[in-house]
């Protein structure tokens, strides 16, 4: 019988500080003695960090087509929900996921300008039908998530195809974001990503802790 845990995903802009407050909540969640999984798209298994690796660095004449990229996000997802995000839930764990289908409908929904309702249905097929019971979108101005991502590159110094996007497409995966917390309130919560490290993981705790 399935246990039924809980599935938690973290979405924004690039620099809005996902990674370090996913940290943080799962630091906490186990403290309260839960098993915590944290994984993160596109990615999460073997196979899905291969997709991955071109979705992010793809460089050279041959162009990676914005239908390719949706594609190739559905497939690493159908990938890391049957392997690690179903097996995990089924286990009663709870899985702080880095990203998920809201990055899609953002990305190559809004930002990129493909149909919204067919990315709707791949998100749900590629997810095998399993929601997120809760979204923690961090939101950011465009300028702020500009300056904390370009820092990381400087440092890691790699290129990333989505990190090279102007500030047009940036703000349109905003609004995207904002489109997608309008429409779903009971599961999407906007958190402010301004303040210390701190500060934001306060705030996420009193959005997840209305799930337990
Ligand atoms: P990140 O994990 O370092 O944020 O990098 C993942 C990048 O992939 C990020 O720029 C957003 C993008 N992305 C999409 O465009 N669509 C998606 O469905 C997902 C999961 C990520």
């Known amino acids: 019988m399935s246990k039924n845990g809980k599935f938690i995903t973290f979405e924004g802009p690039e620099g809005a500080g996902k990674s370090t407050q996913l940290r943080l909540l799962a630091e906490e969640l186990r403290s309260r003695g839960f098993e915590v999984v944290t994984t993160r798209e596109p990615g999460g298994t073997p196979l899905a960090e291969l997709l991955r690796n071109i979705l992010k660095t793809h460089q050279g004449t041959e162009t990676l087509h914005p239908e390719t990229e949706l594609l190739l996000m559905e497939a690493a997802r159908s990938q890391h929900a049957r392997e690690v995000i179903l097996p995990a839930l089924e286990r009663g764990a709870v899985v702080l996921c880095d990203r998920f289908y809201d990055s899609t409908t953002a990305y190559q929904g809004a930002a990129r300008n493909i149909d919204t309702s067919l990315i709707a249905e791949l998100n749900i097929f590629a997810a095998a039908f399993r929601k997120p019971d809760l979204t923690l979108i961090l939101d950011l101005d465009i300028e702020s998530g ?40 009971q599961r999407v919560r906007i958190i402010d990503a301004e303040g210390t490290p701190e500060e934001v993981a306060a705030r996420i705790r009193s959005a997840a802790d209305e799930l337990f």
């Open 146 to 185: 500009f300056r904390r991502a370009g820092k990381r590159q400087e440092t890691a110094g790699e290129y990333d195809r989505f990190e090279a996007e102007n500030r047009s497409f940036h703000s349109r995966v905003r609004e995207g974001f904002h489109a997608i917390a309008a429409k779903e309130p």
